[in-house]
């Protein structure tokens, strides 16, 4: 009974995403024609997100184990683990003064009607291509450029092994970082990892923990950098998990 009532519960999400997709899509493709007006689409984007999130049946709460504000006038880049796709929706949900540019996964493209908008919208990258990942600093600078934040989830992606804490990260994040001159602000996520997997017979609503990890500044050593974040994102994990 669990498993057909957890199919039931992703049937309802692809069908909130169609709804949502179409009604908010249209004022999200028009506007990301302007750059000067991503601000504008990114609000629209956020509400797209706030109906996925939170009528799947989810909440959140922030801690901050730092004290440390970020700045409203300041691009940033933001990284946390990555256990499930509501990632995406929780992040945007907590930044409404810093319009994110998501660094997204060419293959998503292939989604009719979503694949159009988030075409328009995000950063892609093919993996497969060293090309394409090399020339994701450059458009990453130039949306950080018009105002923008970027969010990357530094595993690169959800490793299929689930008994991994935290996967290994890759360089982009914090390359961006150091080169930009951005500080990486650092989150931890708990709980979607067992609330909403990416196998279709698991899962159940519940509230997420978000903790705040605080703020590294840009350094000249992206190397040292990526450690100090996979370090505090580990522990926290370690720390807090449920």
């Given at each position: 009974?669990?498993?057909?009532?957890?199919?039931?519960?992703?049937?309802?999400?692809?069908?909130?995403?169609f709804?949502?997709?179409?009604?908010?899509?249209?004022?999200?493709?028009?506007?990301?024609?302007?750059?000067?007006?991503?601000?504008?689409?990114?609000?629209?984007?956020?509400?797209?997100?706030f109906?996925?999130?939170?009528?799947?049946?989810?909440?959140?709460?922030?801690?901050?184990?730092?004290?440390?504000?970020?700045d409203?006038?300041?691009?940033?880049?933001?990284?946390?683990?990555?256990?499930?796709?509501?990632?995406?929706?929780?992040?945007?949900?907590?930044?409404?003064?810093?319009?994110?540019?998501?660094?997204?996964?060419?293959?998503?493209?292939?989604?009719?009607i979503?694949?159009t908008?988030?075409?328009?919208?995000?950063?892609?990258?093919?993996?497969?291509?060293?090309?394409?990942?090399?020339?994701?600093?450059?458009?990453?600078?130039?949306?950080?450029?018009?105002?923008?934040?970027?969010?990357?989830?530094?595993?690169?992606?959800?490793?299929?092994?689930?008994?991994?804490?935290?996967?290994?990260?890759?360089?982009g994040?914090?390359?961006?970082?150091?080169?930009?001159?951005?500080?990486?602000?650092?989150?931890?996520?708990?709980?979607?990892?067992?609330?909403?997997?990416?196998?279709n017979?698991?899962?159940?609503?519940?509230?997420?923990?978000?903790?705040?990890?605080?703020?590294?500044?840009?350094?000249?050593?992206?190397?040292?950098?990526?450690?100090?974040?996979?370090?505090?994102?580990?522990?926290?994990?370690?720390?807090?998990?449920?």
């Amino acid at each position: 009974m669990t498993k057909i009532l957890n199919y039931l519960w992703r049937f309802w999400l692809l069908l909130l995403a169609f709804v949502l997709t179409i009604t908010l899509g249209i004022p999200v493709y028009i506007l990301s024609f302007s750059k000067k007006h991503y601000k504008y689409a990114y609000k629209f984007i956020r509400l797209w997100c706030f109906g996925m999130f939170y009528g799947m049946g989810f909440r959140y709460d922030l801690i901050k184990l730092s004290q440390e504000e970020k700045d409203k006038n300041k691009e940033y880049v933001f990284i946390s683990n990555h256990t499930s796709i509501m990632d995406i929706m929780l992040t945007c949900i907590m930044f409404p003064d810093h319009p994110i540019c998501f660094v997204g996964k060419m293959e998503l493209v292939k989604i009719p009607i979503f694949g159009t908008i988030y075409k328009r919208i995000c950063v892609m990258v093919d993996r497969s291509s060293a090309r394409s990942r090399a020339d994701v600093y450059r458009r990453c600078a130039e949306k950080m450029e018009e105002g923008n934040s970027i969010a990357i989830f530094p595993e690169g992606g959800v490793p299929d092994d689930t008994s991994i804490i935290l996967d290994e990260f890759k360089d982009g994040a914090f390359m961006l970082s150091s080169k930009h001159n951005s500080p990486i602000a650092v989150y931890t996520f708990i709980g979607l990892k067992e609330m909403f997997p990416f196998e279709n017979s698991k899962g159940y609503p519940g509230r997420v923990k978000v903790y705040f990890n605080g703020i590294i500044e840009p350094t000249a050593s992206p190397k040292d950098s990526k450690a100090e974040a996979y370090q505090v994102i580990k522990k926290t994990l370690i720390e807090h998990s449920i």
